[in-house]
């Protein structure tokens, strides 16, 4: 962007700067004067009184120049006086000396002189003095010293004080002082100085440090600047006090900087305070505009890879955002306070911006991420006139955020793809009778988790669209949904609830489409939901829809039904509740009994029904539901080993079918075993009996050399799971689900059919077929294959 963008009246002067800046640039090239032995001082000269300069002038090694108090020096023509030797302007604060231009090209309407050139071998001492219409004040390689309580003036010209290789001396009581400055007042190259004071008016820059330029300064002063400070890479600056009015830009960097500046006060009508372009090592503290003073945008960062600002209480100007993140590597913003803006947070890039108490009061819009960042927000107050913004970023996680708006506030928090965590999050606004439009939380091809979050006042509290998955736990939505709102609206996506209390809206829960949770799953999923002061159905369900509720509110709406609609129901509590839906199935509450094969209760197992989870106690006990009539599947796991088992109301005990220490393990009819996530060994034997099945998944087992697996009819079934080991011999008829999914095995496997077999599986070790037996293999053989009479 063009850091030198006119913003307001006052900048119109510095443009004019700029603008006669670049026309000296264009005019460098005229011809200069040749100098004669005439202008070559080889001894001490001075000037003094009234002195015309009217071809260049070189002070030559061992000579020295002093040019008196109160001298008044007029050069001119276009040229310079080169320092070779020394230089000493002795004025004094009641008797200045005065250095100015008079000579003017034809095209220009202000006179113009090339300025003092110190070289690697010259010095200048340079008392109080005005320095005027030259290209440069003063353009040092050599060594350059400001007397002791003295403020020497440049006035414009490009560069007041350009320090390249040179040295700079500025004693704690004197400064340096510019006024139009095309370019900058002091720039730094390939040097280091201390400076207590530099002050700068209606110029384009105060500072400008190039590589290998280093600044340590006290204070800096701008009034109507176009860039406060800019610092290119492989600087480096220090300044505790940056006092800024009427700037547009106050800091820019690009590139890597160790930047510190201790605070920046803003007076009148402001751009960009903090602007960083690729930058890294930038540290700011304390922003302030004072009374009266704004800000056009507090930080704006392009491709940042890091940097810090801390303790900000800034006014925008009402136009644009507080902040413009654009991050590729972080950015840390803490203690941020902004008011007056159009906007709050715009997010780009791929980095991740940490952003801790920043409380924002826009006109507009709060938030708006996209791409590939990340965004780290916490301990903030937003309000807006507006609307809350979109969250279109890969990932968020916001903690202790409240959000809230006036009652023309119809757009909440969208969350648009990427994944987003919320803790401790209020959105509200004030509800008024007549809204019909307002959503809080919009969430559409995301993942997102609620925990502890409060949506208040909205007609429409929580809508999820296509491919949304909203897990939530401590959600609460209340205050608004009159004539046909609805808490929570589920059209197209999943909703999952540990705990959910809804009120007021007409409706609890609607669900017009969804997408289910897990394979055959239910869409909505809740396991505590609490209601009150619903005016119409609190479960409203729609054609072809799934809900699974393990507490249904009952009575506590106005209406005849608390779910009513097509689709499918499974839904606990009272067994009183009202319930009108194509189909639906109550819960009942069970309490079962965790054990091992030998009787034992097992602490810690995880069991689930339902899509319900719990972890069993010391003695092993759990409560879960289950269907009140008919057969509920629940899984209990203990240490990577797991059994399905088809319990009802009469099922007291589920037994985990853990590892034999010894002998064999044989896993009987009606029971599902499932090894899980390792590695696992058995002593003996593995048989399966018909209708017993063993899961593999990310899963391997490993039979001793001399051992046998052999399926009476059962399956063996691997989600990336392996056998390894032992032999497969499974008798005159191999079962068809002897292996099965994905599965790689290998250990010698011997197939005996009258006809056909089949297999799944990657087959590494021998394969051997019985006569007249025919194997078809779903996968891959990598072993021998040892075919009998008539086999294939």
């Known amino acids: ?47 003094s009184g009234s002195h015309v300069v009217d071809q260049a002038v070189i002070v030559a090694q061992g000579a020295t120049l002093t040019i008196a108090a109160g001298a008044d020096i007029e050069v001119s023509e276009d040229v310079t006086i080169t320092i070779q030797g020394n230089l000493v302007i002795e004025g004094t604060e009641n008797n200045p000396s005065e250095i100015y231009g008079t000579f003017r090209y034809p095209t220009s309407d202000r006179p113009v002189w090339q300025g003092f050139r110190v070289d690697s071998s010259g010095s200048a001492v340079i008392g109080q003095s005005s320095i005027t219409h030259s290209r440069g004040g003063f353009d040092v390689a050599g060594d350059l010293s400001i007397t002791a309580g003295m403020n020497p003036l440049v006035e414009g010209a490009q560069i007041g004080y350009r320090i390249d290789g040179g040295s700079l001396s500025v004693p704690s009581d004197s400064s340096l002082r510019c006024t139009d400055s095309a370019i900058a007042c002091l720039s730094l190259a390939s040097t280091s100085a201390e400076v207590p004071l530099v002050e700068a008016t209606n110029s384009s820059a105060i500072v400008l440090l190039n590589p290998d330029g280093n600044l340590t300064a006290l204070e800096l002063i701008g009034d109507d600047i176009g860039i406060g400070v800019q610092i290119h890479g492989g600087a480096n600056l220090s300044v505790t006090h940056l006092n800024l009015t009427d700037a547009n830009v106050g800091v820019s960097q690009t590139g890597a900087a160790d930047t510190w500046i201790g605070s920046i006060h803003l007076t009148g009508e402001n751009g960009i305070v903090v602007d960083w372009s690729s930058s890294s090592g930038g540290v700011i503290d304390n922003i302030v505009t004072t009374s009266g003073g704004t800000v056009r945008e507090a930080i704006h960062t392009e491709g940042v890879v890091d940097g810090f600002v801390a303790n900000v209480t800034v006014t925008g100007s009402g136009v644009y955002p507080a902040l413009h993140l654009g991050v590729d590597g972080s950015i840390d913003i803490h203690s941020f306070t902004g008011t007056g803006f159009s906007e709050g947070v715009m997010l780009r890039g791929s980095g991740t911006a940490n952003l801790d108490e920043v409380d924002l009061s826009v006109s507009n819009r709060l938030i708006d991420t996209i791409g590939a960042a990340t965004l780290h927000l916490s301990n903030s107050d937003w309000v807006t006139t507006g609307k809350f913004g979109t969250l279109a970023s890969a990932s968020s996680i916001l903690i202790g955020v409240n959000m809230s708006g006036t009652s023309a506030v119809e757009d909440g928090l969208e969350l648009i793809t990427g994944d987003h965590h919320l803790e401790n999050v209020l959105l509200e606004r004030p509800y008024t009778a007549s809204d019909r439009a307002s959503t809080g939380l919009r969430c559409i091809w995301s993942d997102t988790d609620l925990t502890s979050v409060q949506l208040i006042g909205w007609h429409r509290g929580a809508v999820l669209e296509q491919d949304a998955h909203v897990t939530a736990r401590h959600l609460n939505i209340s205050g608004g949904g009159r004539d046909g709102g609805t808490s929570v609206m589920v059209d197209g996506g999943s909703f999952q609830a540990t705990s959910l209390h809804t009120e007021d809206a007409d409706h609890g829960i609607e669900v017009l489409n969804g997408s289910s949770l897990w394979e055959d799953g239910p869409s909505v999923h809740i396991d505590q939901w609490t209601a009150a002061d619903h005016r119409d159905i609190t479960l409203l369900m729609s054609d072809e829809t799934s809900v699974t509720v393990r507490n249904l509110p009952t009575f506590q709406t106005t209406a005849t039904y608390d779910a009513f609609g097509d689709g499918l129901l499974f839904w606990g509590g009272s067994s009183s509740g009202r319930v009108s839906v194509s189909e639906s199935h109550h819960l009942i509450e069970h309490d079962l009994i965790v054990q091992d094969l030998g009787g034992q209760a097992v602490f810690g197992a995880e069991v689930e029904s339902l899509g319900f989870n719990t972890t069993s106690a010391t003695d ?65 034997d593995l048989i399966i009996e018909s209708g017993a099945a063993l899961y593999l998944v990310r899963a391997t087992l490993m039979l001793n050399s001399n051992t046998f697996y052999t399926s009476e009819g059962g399956q063996l079934f691997g989600e990336d799971g392996s056998i390894i080991g032992g032999a497969g011999s499974h008798g005159s008829v191999f079962p068809p689900l002897a292996y099965s999914g994905d599965l790689t095995v290998d250990q010698p496997v011997e197939v005996n059919c009258t006809e056909n077999a089949t297999a799944d599986g990657n087959f590494l070790s021998p394969l051997t077929i019985g006569p007249d037996c025919t194997l078809t293999v779903h996968g891959s053989v990598n072993g021998d294959v040892i075919l009998s009479t008539g086999a294939s």
Do not use: C, Y
Not at 15 to 31: R, V
Not at 628 to 649: K, N
């Open 1 to 47: 962007m063009d850091k030198r963008e006119a913003i307001h009246p006052a900048s119109m002067r510095r443009l004019t700067s700029i603008l006669l800046g670049l026309l000296f640039l264009g005019l460098s090239a005229a011809p200069i004067l040749s100098v004669t032995a005439s202008q070559n001082i080889t001894s001490n000269t001075v000037w």
């Open 620 to 684: 092993g006990s759990v409560t879960l539901p289950i269907l009140e009539t008919g057969h509920t599947a629940v899984t209990a796991t203990s240490g990577g080993i797991g059994t399905t088992q088809m319990t009802d109301s009469s099922s007291s005990v589920i037994q985990i079918p853990l590892l034999p220490t010894s002998g064999d393990w044989r896993i009987s009819s009606g029971n599902t075993a499932i090894l899980q996530d390792g590695n696992f060994t058995i002593p003996g």
